[in-house]
């Protein structure tokens, strides 16, 4: 078993964090697997160096040890890069010029009154940009133009399904499957590369999962319909699809998942008030 915890440095690591990277190792150690850490920075307008150092801190602080080279992601903006260009080629891509107004406006204007539809990526895209796809196969992939899975070709009328282990957010486990249908229907032309990055966070973990082996992820049910974009991407690039487990999320008093703006929850915080790691162990429930 393989595992990861995989955090963006965009500000500190709170008590949800923990129990996620927590649960991670203490599942691959019970198998006697490995635990790894992948550090997301690809929005570099976000990240800063000093949240990067505090995760560090604070994991280690918790007892975690990972395996080195940890893995970065704006090291490897050239394999998404990669990745892209043969979607492209394949025509599984399409250029879009549409600002997030243009997509509400297009949603809205026929169907005035009734409610934008959603999925697990924002609003379901409504092809406004799909006929701006390459025109030969040595047709490069247009720079700083966001593209778009061109999810009908994407899924090419297939069944689709993953193991998890844990659960959704209504309680789904064991095999989850959906069809092509579903997946149109339902998520619709995804971002897989941002104009201000080169990449997203879909394309850029189903590469870096796969490059990783890890074999079981561990992450919060609140991104369990998300799952259905990464086994469509594994299916169509030819990646494994690891064993998924869906965990609880760590709630604030009245409810609210925690945020990183939330310092109140912050690990650091804890530390400096004197608790203990098997202090935040138990007030994450291990």
């Known amino acids: 078993m393989i595992t990861r915890f995989a955090p963006s440095p965009t500000g500190p690591l709170h008590l949800g964090h923990a129990y996620s990277a927590l649960l991670a190792q203490d599942m691959a150690t019970a198998k006697g697997g490995e635990f790894l850490l992948r550090i997301e920075d690809i929005d570099r307008t976000r990240v ?3 949240w990067e150092a505090q995760i560090f801190e604070d994991l280690h602080w918790l007892g975690l040890s990972w395996s080195q080279p940890v893995m970065r992601q704006s090291d490897r ?3 998404y890069s990669e990745k892209l260009d043969w979607l492209w080629a394949g025509h599984h891509v399409f250029a879009c010029t549409c600002s997030r107004s243009d997509v509400l406006d297009a949603l809205a204007a026929p169907q005035e009154g009734t409610d934008v539809p959603t999925g697990p990526d924002c609003v379901i895209y409504p092809g406004t940009c799909r006929r701006n796809q390459a025109k030969s196969f040595d047709d490069p992939a ?3 133009l966001a593209l778009r899975l061109l999810m009908s070709s994407a899924v090419a009328q297939t069944r689709f399904s993953f193991h998890e282990t844990g659960h959704g957010p209504n309680g789904e486990t064991g095999l989850i499957e959906f069809t092509a249908e579903d997946a149109i229907r339902e998520i619709g032309d995804i971002v897989l590369a941002r104009r201000d990055l080169g990449t997203s966070y879909h394309l850029s973990v189903v590469v870096d999962d796969a490059a990783q082996h ?3 992820v561990v ?5 369990f319909e998300v799952t259905k974009i990464h086994v469509i991407l594994q299916r169509l690039m030819g990646l494994p699809t690891p064993i998924y487990h869906h965990h609880r999320l760590i709630r ?4 609210k998942r ?3 703006r939330d310092d109140a929850r912050a690990i650091s ?3 400096a008030e004197g608790a203990s790691p098997e202090d935040v162990r138990q007030m994450v429930g291990l």
Request: proline share 7%; aromatic share 4%; charged share 45%.
């Open 214 to 216: 890890i074999t079981h």
């Open 48 to 50: 800063r160096p000093e």
């Open 252 to 255: 604030d008093d009245a409810g």
């Open 77 to 79: 903006l050239g394999r």
């Open 258 to 260: 925690l945020a990183k």
């Open 269 to 271: 915080k804890y530390r």
């Open 142 to 144: 247009p720079a700083k």
């Open 219 to 223: 992450r919060g049910e609140d991104l």
